[in-house]
């Protein structure tokens, strides 16, 4: 168990709370940016962080009869490895192949394969419906969704039972909606959806 002090203050001395003006895979901008790979580049605190997740879990009476656990690329790889770790589960990760989530490298889903969705960041939540959407039409059956973060404040639907190891409520602008003082600072993307290079 960590408490919401303890997470921060594993995400500021991962140097992953950034403070500016971003733009988000959904496309709105914000101006704090949780970048957990920067988190996940350390072995210990991630299994630190995916340790107290998996206890969250568990807690919730929702690991028992759980085989898989699948995962949005590209944030969602290490954290899902590391989650499989902490529940003695294989982990799976999706790709987007032109933007759709597809299975490749020989990853499958038996029929029936009970699943467990985890994400780094849920924002909209787009990025994790998807991701079950695809586990599903794969032949799995997502029963639970689980992230480091949750930023919506709660606000972000998922078909299945969420457990976030921290919820926060950063506030999201639509991008006609950017305020002012926002504007005029040059906005960065730190994602890989939709990234044009
Ligand atoms: O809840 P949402 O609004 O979907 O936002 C959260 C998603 O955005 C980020 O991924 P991104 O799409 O930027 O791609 P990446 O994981 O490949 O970096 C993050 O890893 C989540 O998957
Ligand atoms: O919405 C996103 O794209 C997003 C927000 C955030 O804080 N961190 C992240 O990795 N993605
Ligand atoms: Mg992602």
């Given amino acids: ?5 303890a997470v921060l203050t594993e995400f500021r001395d991962a140097g992953a709370l950034l403070e500016g003006h971003f733009v988000l895979s959904s496309g709105n901008h ?4 949780l970048q957990c790979a920067r988190v996940l580049m350390d072995a210990k605190r ?19 009869g759980i085989d898989l656990v699948v995962s949005p690329a590209m944030g969602g790889v290490v954290v899902g490895y590391e ?8 982990a799976i990760f ?14 499958r889903i038996e029929p029936g394969q009970r699943c467990i ?13 998807e991701c079950i959407e695809a586990a599903e039409a794969a032949g799995g059956t997502v029963v639970a969704a689980a992230s480091l973060v949750d ?24 991008p006609d909606q950017i305020p002012a003082s926002v504007k005029g600072v040059p906005p960065v993307k730190p994602g ?6």
């Fill in 83 to 90: 989650m499989g770790r902490q529940l003695g589960l294989p």
């Fill in 30 to 33: 914000s101006t704090a940016y």
């Fill in 94 to 107: 999706f790709e987007r192949v032109d933007g759709v989530f597809a299975l490749r490298r020989g990853f």
């Fill in 117 to 129: 969705m985890v994400e780094d960041v849920v924002t909209t939540g787009l990025s994790s419906r």
């Fill in 151 to 174: 930023r919506s404040g709660g606000r972000a639907k998922l078909p299945v039972p969420f457990v976030p190891l921290i919820r926060l409520d950063i506030p999201i602008f639509p």
């Fill in 46 to 64: 991630a299994e630190r962080l995916c340790a107290a997740l998996a206890g969250k879990i568990r807690a919730a009476g929702l690991a028992d």
């Fill in 1 to 5: 168990m960590l408490t919401d002090d």
């Fill in 192 to 197: 890989s959806r939709g990234l044009k290079v």
